[in-house]
């Protein structure tokens, strides 16, 4: 039952690295030794545990130890978590931009709209003159 838990541990979406790997940790060494899995072997299921985007950091940094790999998660995540804030500030700009573009694109439209209106009075006065 034991290495079934083991085998199914996932990050929970809320849940810190810390608080993961002490979960990992638990399960993982209370298992008796005859039947826990070979360190070798805990370093390639580590990582599945996690998104997509930090399984493949962890296995490129390609630590020796898992206390060295759950080490790395900890600055993994900090530099997403970071990278994804500049993202999230680059899109509220470009937000920022977009509202300020559509409101000038609606300035620009009333006042070709004025210039158009201005005209046809301009030119409907200008013909009843010669009319008459």
Known sequence: ?????YNQLKRHPNE???????????????????IRPPPDSTLLHYPKAFDPEIEFQLRERNPSTLEQMQNIAVDVEVN?????EKLKEGAKKNNIAEVKLDILVRKIEEMIQ??????NFFVQ?????FIS
């Open 114 to 119: 004025n210039i158009i209106m201005k005209d």
């Open 1 to 5: 039952m034991i290495i079934e838990q």
């Open 125 to 129: 006065n200008h013909h009843d003159t």
């Open 80 to 84: 997403l978590q970071i990278r994804r």
């Open 16 to 34: 810190t690295i810390q608080q993961f790997s002490d979960r990992f940790n638990q399960t993982y060494y209370s298992m008796p030794s005859n």
